[in-house]
């Protein structure tokens, strides 16, 4: 399904999620205003290093960030791989690929017009929370 955060599409893949569309919509639109802060939904990880990797940044709290080399350290990987991973997050803003970002700099962001949403999305962050990503 294609969703629109701050006038950017997103595409996500509903079929690894367990919650109706509606619902879905309702929970985005509500993270969008400010309203929320975790999505009260399932999600069916891909059994595979990309799920893996997904897995970690579902664990990211609202707010915070994680470099590639921090989660690649906690899967025993390479950062390289990690932002291969994130690339290839099929529900991006459920599962937060934004919260990771490179040593010094933003890093890359494949959903809708890439490093531009990421930016959004972690300012948006960091309205709410201070989360020390200033230097970007």
Request: glycine share 8%; aromatic share 8%; hydrophobic share 40%.
């Amino acid at each position: 399904m294609r969703v629109t955060m701050w006038e950017f599409a997103v595409d996500v893949d509903e079929r690894l999620l367990e919650c109706p569309t509606d619902s879905l919509r309702t929970q985005l639109a509500e993270y969008e205003r400010g309203e929320r802060r975790e999505f009260d939904v399932d999600v069916r990880f891909p059994d595979s290093f990309t799920g893996d990797v997904m897995r970690v940044m579902a664990s990211i709290p609202y707010g915070e960030t994680r470099t590639y080399g921090e989660v690649a350290a906690e899967l025993d990987s390479h950062a390289v791989a990690v932002g291969q991973a994130c690339g290839r997050n099929p529900v991006p803003l459920v599962v937060p690929c934004h919260r990771v970002v490179g040593t010094d700099s933003l890093g890359g962001f494949s959903a809708a017009a890439g490093v531009e949403l990421k930016r959004a999305l972690l300012d948006h962050e960091r309205g709410a929370v201070q989360t020390g990503l200033d230097a970007f």
